[in-house]
């Protein structure tokens, strides 16, 4: 039973669009959510995190959203640059106190074409 | 560049043989992960280590066997390992356990596994 869904295993955009990566979740008790970016032979890196208390978290060209009735985030990539050409994976953890387990969707492969 | 090194890269090793990954990190991270991760799949959580006591163990088979030595290391040994734990093995840290914002986990590039 997949907790955290990412139903679009890949995405392509121009350099210079948005790109919009969504994610839903099922588990009503996770606290944040987080998207990490993962490039070909490496580990995942961290991107940004979003607490269940907000709805909006900002940083730099990167924006996720937070939908806490529908179960759905998203992160906005604006503007796109080939660099973020990776799979960008969407992951929930319970908060302070809580489970250390992050749970991961599949990723979504986005592809920025210059 | 990575915080967090695992060793070896790469590792082919057969269903009778003994090895074991070793994961580093010098950030003073107190808590330590072990991830499995198929193709085209998720990161899995195998296991996972708090101030060097092993706090989680995600009903992984005796067949890998983690251990802390110290707080700045995570070694993962394998024995009699069978064809469909090929995979890739992550490594991952954090300041403590859980999440805190802004101290999420970090992770290692991976140890490719294949079990001939």
């Known amino acids: 039973d997949q907790q955290v869904k990412q139903n679009s295993p890949s995405l392509s955009v121009q350099e210079g669009r948005i790109s919009i990566l969504n994610c839903d979740y099922t588990?009503?008790?996770?606290?944040?959510f987080l998207w990490y970016k993962k490039y070909p032979a490496e580990g995942p890196t961290f991107l940004i995190s979003i607490s269940s208390i907000k709805d909006k978290n900002e940083d730099g060209r990167f924006t996720v959203f937070l939908n806490k009735s529908a179960k759905h985030l998203s992160l906005h990539i604006v503007p796109s640059q080939p660099g973020d050409s990776a799979v960008y994976f969407c992951a929930a953890t319970l908060g302070q106190g809580g489970s250390e387990k992050l749970v991961f969707g599949k990723g979504t492969k986005l592809t920025v074409n210059p | 560049d990575t915080e967090v090194t695992q060793t070896p890269k790469h590792l082919v090793m057969g269903m009778t043989n003994k090895k074991s990954l070793k994961c580093e990190q010098h950030m003073g991270h107190r808590a330590m992960y072990w991830y499995k991760q198929k193709a085209k799949k998720p990161p899995e959580l195998m296991f996972v280590y708090s101030y060097e006591k092993l706090s989680i163990n995600e009903s992984v088979p005796s067949r890998f066997s983690p251990e802390c030595p110290n707080s700045s290391l995570l070694n993962l040994h394998l024995h009699a390992l069978q064809p469909e734990d090929s995979a890739l093995y992550l490594c991952a840290s954090s300041q403590d356990r859980g999440f805190w914002e802004d101290q999420p986990q970090h992770f290692g590039d991976g140890t490719r596994l294949s079990i001939l």
């Open positions: 588990n009503s008790m996770f606290d944040y």
